[in-house]
C-alpha cells in the first residue's frame, strides 16, 4: 500500500506542475493582484477537486459491487485515455504563455468562486480523475468510497501546496519562464511520460 501511496503522489506532483488552465490561472492571478488572490484563487481550484473526488468515489464504487468485469473495462478505458492524453500533449507546442494584461481585480469572494466553478464545470477533471484514482486503489474488495476520498484529499493536499507555491513566487517564476523558454518543452515530454507511465501501471 506505501509503494503505492508513494506513485500516487509521485505521479500526482508531476502532474499538477505540467502547464495547464489552473496552475496557469494561479500564476496569472497572483501576478496581477497579488499573492493573496492567488491563495484564494488556489483554494477554490482545490475545493472543485472534493466534487470530482465525489462523483468518482460514489459512481465508481457502485460499479465495483455490481460487476467487476465492469470495473475493469473502465480501468482498461482510463489507461487508454491517459494514452490519448500522452498523443494530445505530443501534438502541442512546447510553449508556456503567461499573459496577464487582460485580468480583472476581483473581490476575494469572487475569486474563490471562480476558481471553484472553473474546477467543477470542467468535464475533463472528472473524466482524468475517473481514468486516474481507479488504478490505485489498494484492495477493490474493501470500502471503496473511503479509499477514493483518502487519494482524493491526498491529491487535493499535493496540489494546494504546489498551486500556493506558485501564486508566493509567482513574480520570480514568471520572470525565470522568460528567460527559459525551453523548460516549457520538458514538462510537455514529463507529462507524456506520465500519462503514458501510469496508463501502463494501470493495466498491467
Do not use: C
Not at 501564486?167 to 523548460?183: Q, V
Amino acid at each position: 500500500m506505501t509503494e503505492l501511496l508513494i506513485t500516487f503522489l509521485t505521479a500526482s506532483v508531476l502532474l499538477t506542475i505540467s502547464p495547464g488552465p489552473d496552475i496557469i490561472y494561479v500564476l496569472v492571478q497572483s501576478m496581477a493582484n497579488g499573492k493573496k488572490a492567488g491563495i484564494i484563487t488556489t483554494l477554490g481550484l482545490v475545493s472543485g477537486i472534493l466534487i470530482h473526488t465525489s462523483l468518482v468515489a460514489f459512481g465508481v464504487s457502485a460499479i465495483i459491487k455490481r460487476s467487476e468485469d465492469v470495473f475493469l473495462a473502465i480501468k482498461v478505458f482510463g489507461a487508454f485515455y491517459l494514452f490519448f492524453l500522452a498523443y494530445k500533449v505530443w501534438k502541442s507546442g512546447g510553449e508556456i504563455s503567461v499573459e496577464t494584461g487582460k485580468t480583472l481585480r476581483r473581490a476575494n469572494w469572487a475569486l474563490f468562486r471562480q476558481g471553484f466553478i472553473m474546477n467543477v464545470l470542467n468535464p475533463k477533471v472528472t473524466i482524468f480523475f475517473l481514468a486516474f484514482f481507479p488504478g490505485f486503489l489498494w484492495d477493490p474488495n474493501a470500502d471503496t468510497v473511503y479509499q477514493f476520498y483518502f487519494l482524493g484529499f491526498l491529491f487535493m493536499l499535493q496540489a494546494f501546496l504546489i498551486f500556493g507555491t506558485v501564486a508566493l513566487l509567482a513574480g520570480k517564476i514568471s520572470s525565470w519562464l522568460k528567460y527559459h523558454p525551453g523548460f516549457g518543452v520538458i514538462l510537455k515530454w514529463t507529462q507524456i511520460i506520465v500519462f503514458i507511465g501510469i496508463g501502463i501501471f494501470i493495466l498491467i
